[in-house]
């Protein structure tokens, strides 16, 4: 017998595929299967539905006397249906419902079940009671959690200077989650018919902060700005000076071929294996083995390709706030489930503990980045021997291996003198992500690689499996160019100190208006406070005077903004009144409110 218990959302997008989600991961629970729910509209009486299909029983708890008339009018007749044919019924001695009484309900229902069910957004609660408060109240208490990610249904456009062109409009309105016409409420979504995307392909696309970003890239003022003259351009890791002459003659010497052969496929070159090996050994002191050297097109597929070699769907990965904004998507195209755990916003560190409370049965994969991006941390040697601790005890209690993926896009960016340290010194279990886009400012030459290091004792049994997966993943090897500069590229990088003479003033310039910011020890990221709480609103201030940051509501951190120290310098100078003005008026908004 399991019993299960659900927590889940409302304002739900796509129905008919969380219906099938629901009963799909119900299927797979050993019966006799008792189910426990709330009956609240959306995922709640989802549950209940898929509960009764199967046969189990229903046991309900009313969060309290008045609990129908809150429901939505539209969800009532299927309360009362699921309320009729449940096996008991418990309503809580509670008049009128409020947060309080939903966390009561929650907890009384986490009393009982051994699994919960959760349709989440991955959002933190918007109060007490809510979905992100019982999944961290579950985990706390080592009950197992079953997350299906979800779509909510949110206002297609914000109405702020960021998102208000009309390309931008159409761009979210066109995003699953809207509110479109077509289906009426409360009947079943048939877009099918119509030939309409995956739910795979929905549930990524609608992403909260993944929306946000491609909103912001497509159509938006940003994107209407963004080359004009007098732009201040501090979004995104892209180049505003002309690139390196060691850069370009590495790609100019290869580009004449040497044999009839020199475009045709490429899989791993050896030269390349072998010079990408010995920089990393130089850097790390491990020995890699020039076969352990997979190459690919950047870190993102280094990540996509690491995480399908070691994972199936429904695997749970976990990795902390805020993150590179792309792990999410990353995952749900790969069916696995993100679990997000806060790090220290006071020294920028991972919380080893909120790791360890989020590692259950169904972790695969914990990733770190270092030195790490928007908040420019490199995790110490210290910090990076306990969680190796954590995850090897971690997975001799479970009897499954937790691997961990480095992600190391930045390895080679750091400042102060400092020494970067791998994962991969402390944990043998390591998968290391890297790409030559960061160290050469050069994003759009898609090259980098998976390595495996001498540790990883499965690595010679996976290099057949690696390989077949570079391939039906749409040949994801860089291409045969690329491969061929790579031993020359590896001779050089941008210029750090150049970068770093920026952080500083930077760092200077922002703290003497009143900001708060720690310089960043690796990366080009600066992640600085809001001045105002919104800090959505205030970026959008800042992009009224023509100079554009990422807020940290697009990293899942909100209260933060985060500036890219590629601008140039010129860029920089122009800038810095323009902060300091904004600095003045939230200020001033703040005191006359």
Known sequence: MTTV??????????????????????????????????????????????VLGLGGEL????????????????????????LAAATTVETLDIDTVGSDAYLA????????????????DGEQSRGRGGTADLVGRARERGIAVRVIPAVRRIPAVRGRPLFTTPAAESTMALLPGSVQSGNQPGRPDMS????????????LAGIPHFRMLTAYLDGSFYASRQRQPGVCDFAFGNPHEMPSAAYVAALRSVLEPRNEEWFAYQTNSPEAQAAASAALNRLTGIAFDPEDIHLTTGAFTAIALALKTVTDPGDEVIYSLPPWFLYEPLLIEAGLTAVKVPIDTTTFDLDLNAIAAAITPRTRVVIVNSPNNPTGRIYPPELLRELAAILEAASQRLNRRIYLLSDEAYNRIVYDGARFHSPAEYYPHTLLAYTYGKTHLAPGERIGYLALPPGLSSRVALRGTITALQISMGWIYPNATLQYALPRLEEFSIDIGLLQRKRDRMVTALTAMGYQVAPCEGTFYLFVTSPTPDDTAFTDDLAQRDVFVLPGTM????????????????MIERSLPLFADAFSRARRTAVAG
Not at 62 to 74: E, F, I, N, Q, S
Not at 194 to 203: Q, V
Not at 555 to 570: C, K, N, V, Y
């Open 192 to 203: 099918d018919l119509s030939g309409s995307a995956s739910h795979r392909a929905t549930t």
């Open 59 to 82: 046991h309900v708890i009313v969060p309290g006397r008045d609990y129908r008339a809150t429901l939505p009018p539209d969800a009532r007749a299927a309360f009362d249906r699921q």
């Open 555 to 570: 990293f899942e951190t909100p209260g933060f903004f985060r500036i890219s120290l590629t601008a140039s310098e010129e």
């Open 5 to 50: 218990g659900v927590t889940g959302h409302r304002d739900l997008a796509d129905a008919a595929g969380l219906r099938q989600a629901i009963a799909s991961e119900l299927g797979t629970v050993a019966t006799p299967l008792i189910g426990i729910s709330a009956l609240a509209a959306g995922a709640d009486q989802f549950f209940a539905e898929a």
């Open 105 to 120: 309900a929650g907890l009384a229902m986490l009393d009982r079940c051994d699994l919960l069910l959760a349709v989440w």
